[in-house]
């Protein structure tokens, strides 16, 4: 390259194209360093802890502490979600259990949908509840892709400071519904969801 070339007739047009030259190669690194881009896109398209907590507030009310901790939990696990649901279930149980639950999908960048779910699911216990449901949804690519059956992961199921936390996947694409108070239950069994753009009340 020109310039490392240090044959420069004047000793100062010498220093001066050096000095020039390093600023350039630190300038063309910061751009282009491989990723660098594509993590500030990443970024822009996803939702900060800060963002999500912000959106739970008043809807939650008093639970609002154990989510923040079940929150910091999966962004341990899986860091910034691009996506979330905002809604509410009710599920019932005599050994096996049925779930159907309805909210508001929201994508980082893109509008609020409406959106429905319902399952099955084993869990250990008997009887019915009603609970509000934040799930954080990771490399959702756009709306249609989060209608489908999406299975609840073995062994991830558990309790964060009163907290019902279980993940769901099905390919890159992974949801951690977190559910409150009553809906603790819920959030602890096995099964899968099936969810879709409109109300449906078979399980499957």
């Not at 096996?96 to 250990?124: A, C, D, H, M, N």
């Not at 279980?166 to 809906?183: H, K, S």
Request: charged letters at 20%; aromatic letters at 12%; one cysteine or more.
């Amino acid at each position: 390259m020109w310039c490392f070339n240090q044959s420069g007739l004047f000793s100062g047009v010498f220093i001066v194209s050096r000095i020039l030259c390093i600023i350039s190669v630190v300038f063309g690194l910061v751009l282009f360093e491989p990723g660098g881009v594509d993590r500030a896109h990443a970024e822009e398209d996803t939702f900060t802890k800060e963002e999500i907590l912000a959106k739970t507030r008043g809807f939650f009310g008093e639970t609002t502490e154990g989510l923040a901790a079940a929150v910091e939990k999966v962004f341990e696990d899986h860091g910034r979600p691009n996506a979330y649901i905002l809604g509410e279930e009710a599920s019932g149980a005599i050994g096996v259990g049925l779930r159907y639950g309805e909210g508001e999908l929201s994508i980082k960048g893109g509008s609020t949908t409406k959106i429905f779910w319902q399952g099955p699911s084993i869990g250990f216990d008997f009887g019915g509840n009603a609970s509000k449901v934040f799930a954080l949804i990771y490399h959702l690519q756009n709306v249609e892709e989060m209608y489908q059956r999406i299975p609840g992961v073995e062994g991830t199921a558990y309790i964060v400071a009163g907290v019902g936390v279980n993940y769901q996947q099905t390919g890159d694409l992974i949801v951690a519904p977190m559910r409150t108070g009553l809906g603790l239950r819920g959030g602890i069994n096995v099964g899968y969801l099936h969810y879709g753009p409109e109300h449906s009340w078979v399980p499957f």
